[in-house]
């Protein structure tokens, strides 16, 4: 294969269109290759293909320096810059990340996997660039929903006031994860049907120069386009208008299905493995019956309805009870605040990951506001999504110590509608859950429902000596730990905690009486976190505490067994440290 | 006195043109005299009199709901809404707060004092009516310099998706603290000049119908246009031209000196107080020494340069080392994060409350990528900003808990520079520094200039017994609490952590083999900060931990040494408490 041959985009110098466009082949018959058995992001890779051979065409990577957005439209990117062999051969794949990752390359200046970032770091790199009084193009490749996001709103804005060489590529793909929302995305349409043309033109509003691409899988047009806009002394925006999916029919047809894809049979595009029925699915099935019966309950969703089950179906079915802000996650910390004071009954969903992004309206816009919303913090666990851009390790720490939120940990199926259909009606203060991520279970004691005595924690077996506080997803690594010490004679205490977000003092002093060592297990970073509370609060006691959770680091792609045994969050080494600290305070 | 005849909007309904022109007089009058003696937001409000009483005059409030964004333009809404006491007698000046609550009055919605928020907050109130089945108009205003912020675009982006009555007022008045930074501003002038006509307009970019109002200061015209978007059945912005400062002309002759300002002499405009150096003030004098020797610096303001001693003059002098991006801390971050990655050495200055706005950025941008940019923290403690929308409570565990991020927390002058300049330099990590609020003091003690080695705190006084780290702006109570202790015999040791994000795990094993008590101090909340660290740390240990720093809870217009004393964060207290702690170990 002609692929094969590119060892640099060097290489790419001397091909001819044709040639490029042979090239362009090879490329998305290798990313259906690797996506079928690998799984990863497909419609964002497929439609830039033509887009980053032209790129790599006219400039000159890494002197001149590309920055993708979300960078999981960096996969022909990398093919180009020496790391093929990821997408050649299966025991390699694994040798890059799904993202763009300096330490693979020098082509790769930043690691980015949340959206809407590209135009501030490449405009870092442009005013550092200019700060030092070199030379050389930046460009930044944003697009594919990511332009609702505020960041990259704010990136527009200030990049007028550069005043020196920045291109921005705007990759419109008409689509977000599922279809794009936002009044802008009518404008795009509005350029795109005039070709360009229309006086009315958001970029232009920004203060930027720009230029139109219709044929924006074309790499003729491309490179015109490019070659035009290299060595420009002032920011621009390109805007190129691409096919999501481009040549994988099934990715065409149903894009938002195809934005990221797990292994699927190439020939069909039949998934290989069979989905589970998760929390996240149970969600939006229970909120929808809810919803049939209360006008004013209202789900949100900021660009990923697919995350927490709401499927088309389902979104047709809430009519407008279902709001999809796009890409925008501080509008949508808001939008809930507001619509909980008008007296709605809002419900937004949202990743661990990516409440992140709206740390300052959850403090501020809900909850000094104090209006009764309801977040559902999804996927919250060390043992969910494992790139570094996406870890969900740490919206305990980031969530639990906001006043007036009450943050709950479910443990069972029965749990956690419960606290769902208590928070929806709840109106004193907001709430926010934490979605288990372990497989669906039965409680297997009978669950406290009554959450309106705030910070009561559940006693599920009252023991002595050791009580283990075991929250959320860790509840039945706790109900283990408590079971390997029973079994070497010790009595212990085995406590489902519920609230996240504050302490049962009541509860913690009785225990003192007769219990010496107390245990926290919680599914996130510990820094900030719950157990540390716990041992703030029995720090001047003669009562031991042994924290456990994840230290503070960020990882990436690793083994979730490892990662948890490195952190000792295993049952067995749990206990081994208890029977370890009793002994040390016996002799 | 007109004004005192107002008791509500509907006494405003009577009035004609001109009686409600001598109203907007009589305002200002008022405005005037309590700005003079009490301080706080004085631009901003004089500028808006006009279309406040137009507002009044047109909509039913708060059957039509009016939500101000960043809310420090809401004085003249007060008087206009049963307030005017707190205006008229001195005596009754704090009876409100300087933004809209909710508490004080049913024409208030939010408690808003962060930029940007409430074309979203807006937004979802007017979500809520219409999932409830209500009517009447929702209209939010916004302007200011905050539509460079993130949630500001965002919410404007979503709003044209609503599709009923939303309208946003867009004060124009050409500003933001400083001067307005960002190519969205061209854009704006370009409507003024044109009288709204231009073809290229933001809003309808955004998928928004627009109104301009030439004269905003012109109660006649105002009326006549906020007639015209009344009971309208789809979101619409009315874009309003106003002078800020208007009628008082030192404010509208130095409109960023005047945008806050301190009790002044009303007739000659001269501050009634001697400014005191701050660390603040010695940051920009510092930076900007550094900066003539080395063009890579660069200081970086989210529009706020006067909270770190960014004059004009001193802007003038940094010249294109010197970056204003308006209000988008989003961007600021990111933005430095790329010129650290290009060779640059970015310095972020930030104030505690507004560094909330950009947590996504500082941990994935900024930290993940490992990028060795300087963010300083201003105002960081629980003694300087008291309003609840700008409590300064919270960076430390917000901070400390995102990986790579090295946090320090100087205690004196020549620490702060030693700090600030080997952060300037350094190139392995992010590093913040939570820039001193106490008053400049030199070093009682030999400073440990080293902070190569990370997270090694400086042992200031090796005693015995009991240890105080005590951190950042506390450090002087610790000294005191040391000294109280020695007066009664005990022998403790102090120490200056310095490092906010680590725990100097060697120090604290030492530590355990002489003393049996370890006190931490912290100018923040407690709750997932400093001191929980060191509890978990001694957790499993005999060591007995007590940790001081403010409860978690937000509080508003607070007594400092009240709010401190509740805390028990007073040495006397301090001091008692280990007495206490100590006895009960011994009996």
Redesign the interface.
């Known amino acids: 294969m002609m692929i094969e041959q590119i060892k640099s985009p060097a290489d790419l110098k001397g091909l001819t269109v044709t040639e490029m466009e042979q090239l362009a082949a090879e490329i998305r018959q290798l990313l259906i290759a690797k996506l079928s058995k690998h799984g990863g992001h497909c419609g964002p890779n497929l439609g830039m293909v033509e887009a980053t051979i032209a790129l790599h065409f006219v400039f000159n990577s890494p002197v001149d320096k590309l920055v993708f957005d979300v960078s999981h439209q960096s996969y022909a990117h990398k093919m180009l810059t020496g790391r093929v062999e990821a997408f050649l051969s299966e025991e390699h794949y694994d040798d890059v990340s799904g993202y763009t990752e ?1 330490s693979e390359s020098a082509h790769d ?6 959206t809407s ?1 590209a135009v ?15 030379s050389g193009n930046v460009i930044a490749v944003v697009g594919d929903g990511s332009l ?4 990259a ?9 550069l005043g020196s060489n920045f291109i921005i590529v705007v990759n419109d793909n008409q689509m977000s994860i599922a279809e794009n ?4 995305y ?2 795009l349409a509005e350029l795109r049907r005039t070709k360009g043309a229309s ?4 970029f ?5 120069d720009y230029v139109y691409v219709d044929r924006g899988n074309d790499i003729a047009s491309l490179i015109e386009a490019f070659s035009r806009v290299k060595d420009i002394d002032h920011p621009i925006v390109v805007h190129i208008n691409t096919l999501k999916g481009m040549g994988y029919a099934p990715a065409v047809s149903d894009k938002e299905r195809w934005h990221w894809t797990m292994p699927f049979d190439a020939a069909t595009g039949q998934p290989l493995a069979q989905e589970v029925e998760t929390y996240n699915e149970l969600t939006a099935r229970h909120l929808l019956q809810r919803m049939k019966a209360d ?2 309950i ?1 789900a949100i969703t900021a660009g990923t309805p697919g995350t927490w089950g709401w499927t088309p179906e389902r979104r047709a079915e809430a009519g ?2 279902y ?1 999809d ?2 890409i ?1 996650e ?2 949508a910390v ?11 009954k ?1 419900v937004f969903g949202v990743a661990s990951s990516f409440v ?2 709206a ?3 959850v ?3 809900l ?3 104090d209006n009764p919303a309801t977040l559902l913090v999804l996927w919250g666990s060390l043992m969910s999504l494992n790139d ?2 996406h870890l969900c390790h ?1 919206d305990i ?2 969530l ?5 939120l009450v943050y709950l940990a479910p443990t069972n199926r029965e749990e956690y509608l419960a606290m769902l259909d208590w928070s929806i009606d709840y109106r004193e203060h907001p709430v926010a859950i934490r979605v288990p991520v372990v497989p669906i279970a039965a409680a297997e004691y009978p669950v406290d429902t009554d959450y309106s005595e705030l910070h009561h924690y559940q006693v599920v077996k009252r023991g002595s000596e050791v009580a283990v506080l075991a929250l959320g997803n860790f509840f039945q690594m706790g109900a283990s730990v408590v079971r390997l010490l029973q079994a070497h004679g010790v009595d212990a205490t085995l406590i489902n905690p519920r609230f996240i977000s504050g302490v049962d003092a009541d509860l913690l002093h009785e225990l003192a009486a007769d219990h010496s060592v107390v245990v926290t297990l919680e599914d996130g ?5 719950f ?3 716990i ?2 609060f ?4 003669a009562v ?4 456990y959770g994840a230290r ?3 990882v990436d792609r690793y083994s979730r067994s490892e990662f948890l045994a490195a952190n000792r969050l295993v049952d067995t080494m749990i206990a081994d440290d208890i029977f370890d ?1 009793m002994m040390r305070d016996i002799y």
């Open positions: 300096p200046h930043f690691i980015i996997g949340h970032t501030s770091l490449a405009g870092g790199l442009a005013k550092g660039r200019d700060l030092r009084g070199e609702s996001g505020g960041e709103l704010e990136g527009l804005d200030w990049a007028a006031e929302h936002g009044g802008l009518a404008n006086e009315c033109n958001l232009r509003a920004m203060g930027l006008k004013s209202c407008r009870q709001v802000v796009g925008a501080e509008h808001a939008l809930a605040s507001g619509i909980a004071k008008a007296g709605g809002p992140q992004r740390y300052d309206q403090s501020q816009d909850c000094i506001n570094v851009t740490f720490p980031l639990c110590n906001i006043p007036n970073v510990l820094d900030g976190g157990g540390e509370k041992a703030r029995y720090g001047p006691t031991k505490t042994l924290c503070k680091q960020f600290l």
